[in-house]
């Protein structure tokens, strides 16, 4: 079965700095990994998506995500971050065999520092 | 456009009180269905989904109940809440067809405090 780690539950950034989240899956098929985002109280949005293709994948918000087969990690990162990116993120991932469950990782809560 | 509606937005019930949060999506035909709970620093536990009417998977033995009654609604039930059952739930929908990719589609939550 899969499994999703999110090493860091909290991570603070300074304004404008870069910020990488972590994400490892373990999986023993194919699989589809997913970034969403969740602004407080609200249900989770998709930020990013890696289905097939290029490994690098990137945002509308200047987000973007590594898919690293060997290392199983599909990690998160932003060059300069800001206030509004304060959020909870969350990785995700389907298999291909089968698709319709979707496993969540624990979270990382971003807090940007002004 | 595909839409999701979920509720109520909040709830407050008492220890051993029954529950019912309904979820429907327009704008779309057979999608997949999940509740998801999440629990304050725990992230998202998926508890049940549905490929179809009257078709519910189980994730975590519980007291709680799914069920599909139409299409597009899916429902999430207990006949006698407990504290731990406190937490955010999130209904959410994905394509089912060839272009099924996993991706899902949130609604806005409901949350529920059980005293």
């Known amino acids: 079965a899969q499994s999703v780690t999110q090493l860091d539950s909290q991570v603070p950034v300074f304004e404008e700095a870069p910020v990488e989240l972590r994400c490892n899956y373990s999986s023993s098929v194919s699989v589809y990994l997913f970034w969403y985002v969740q602004y407080p109280n609200q249900g989770l949005q998709l930020l990013l998506k890696?289905?097939?293709?290029?490994?690098l994948v990137e945002s509308i918000n200047g987000f973007e995500a590594e898919f690293n087969k060997s290392q199983t990690s599909f990690h998160l990162r932003k060059p300069s971050v800001h206030i509004s990116d304060t959020a909870e993120y969350f990785c995700a991932v389907s298999e291909k065999t089968s698709y319709d469950k979707v496993i969540f990782g624990p979270g990382t809560s971003l807090s940007v520092i002004p | 456009s595909q839409t999701i509606h979920q509720w109520p937005a909040t709830l407050v019930q008492p220890v051993g009180s029954p529950l019912s949060l309904e979820c429907t999506v327009e704008?779309?035909?057979?999608?997949?269905l999940y509740w998801y709970r999440q629990a304050a620093g725990r992230g998202l536990q998926l508890l049940f989904y549905?490929?179809?009417?009257?078709?519910i998977s189980s994730e975590v033995p519980q007291n709680l109940s799914a069920s599909r009654p139409q299409d597009r609604q899916f429902i999430l039930s207990s006949k006698k809440l407990l504290l731990s059952d406190s937490g955010f739930y999130l209904c959410a929908w994905s394509v089912i067809s060839g272009y099924l990719t996993g991706e899902l589609f949130f609604g806005e939550g409901s949350r529920l405090t059980v005293l």
């Open positions: 704008g779309t035909s057979n999608p997949n």
């Open positions: 890696y289905l097939s293709g290029s490994t």
């Open positions: 549905s490929v179809g009417i009257g078709q």
